[in-house]
């Protein structure tokens, strides 16, 4: 299925080409043209510049973490992540991140609430819908996610949400300064240090009592559906992004953190060992997503 080539644009029996159809052959090719490596891929984790020969893995599975290449990314990506945040969940991240909102346990206080990674706002109506009378809050460190957010803060919300432009590693909120922490799509980027550091930053930030709840995508464990998934990952995608936004090449980076991201248990393992942390691993959609709620003690 999915080393089939992509259907051609040209004559179909006696039918002529028509201009349109001319011109979107035009743009597939020249998409193509683009998808041809510019990164030197290894063992599935990242991709660097390639000006020599293929780096070792460990400094690629660096590059894919590096807060300045992540921050870079998100950046270039901020013009279409939401749409394409919808097109590569098959539509599943709007279930995603409502049932993120169903995983923070009902009986918290929830007077002051953090949407941490927040990109440009995409979980706020579901936020409010669950705490409506909070005072929320929204972190980013990607300077244009942000700019977008506080754009949505202002003409949707009325100014509601504060939006830090701060790292979640190390943010400089105050110690036990939220009840509650939530975050939708953002772990995958974390490398195994990484996502120790956001724990203690998570334990910090949080008052003792308080809830967490997190959603990111996997790689499902059943090998047919995970084969079908890595394929419209790693294929469609950068081609419905190239026509979405002209470079399909942020869009493929997707995948590669989604492969380096597994079952997301480097996610939970930082979390269940933190001393001051509790947590609970839940299942989304045959292991396609993964929710990940606890308590700060």
């Known amino acids: 299925m999915c080393g089939a080539p992509m259907s051609t644009v040209g004559r179909v029996g006696a039918v002529s ?8 052959a035009q743009k597939v090719r020249a998409m193509r043209r683009r998808m041809r490596p510019r990164y030197a891929s290894t063992h599935g984790a990242g991709r660097i510049r390639q000006d020599g020969p293929v780096t070792d893995p460990a400094v690629a599975r660096d590059a894919l973490f590096d807060p300045g290449e992540v921050r870079g990314l998100f950046d270039r990506m901020s ?7 919808v097109v590569a969940s098959f539509g599943f991240s709007v279930r995603w991140r409502r049932q993120l909102m169903a995983l923070v ?11 941490a990674m927040s990109g440009m706002g995409e979980t ?7 705490f409506p009378r909070s005072e929320v809050a929204a ?3 990607s300077p244009r996610m942000v700019a977008h957010a ?3 803060s202002r003409d949707r919300f009325g100014g509601r949400f504060h939006v830090y432009a701060e790292d979640m590693l190390d943010s400089g909120l105050p110690d036990a300064s939220f009840d509650v922490v939530v975050s939708a799509f953002g772990l995958k980027t974390f490398d195994e240090e990484q996502s120790r550091r956001f724990a203690d930053e998570l334990a910090r930030i949080l008052r003792p009592g308080g809830a967490f709840a997190f959603v990111e995508v996997t790689e499902p464990p059943n090998p047919v559906l995970r084969r079908l998934y890595d394929c419209y990952l790693s294929r469609i995608i950068p081609i419905v992004g190239a026509l979405l936004v002209s470079d399909p090449v942020e869009y493929r980076m997707l995948f590669r953190y989604l492969r380096a991201y597994g079952d997301g248990s480097r996610s939970e393992r930082a979390l269940a060992e933190h ?3 509790t947590v609970t691993r839940h299942e989304l959609f045959f292991g396609c997503a993964v929710g990940f709620s606890g308590r700060r003690v």
């Open 150 to 152: 506080r754009e949505r």
């Open 139 to 141: 972190l980013d460190f």
């Open 79 to 85: 013009r279409s992540y939401e749409r394409m945040n």
């Open 124 to 130: 706020w109506s579901r936020l409010l819908r669950r």
């Open 17 to 24: 080409v028509t201009s349109f159809q001319r011109e979107r």
């Open 105 to 115: 346990p009902p009986d918290v206080q929830a007077h002051r609430v953090l949407d």
């Open 275 to 277: 001393p001051a942390l």
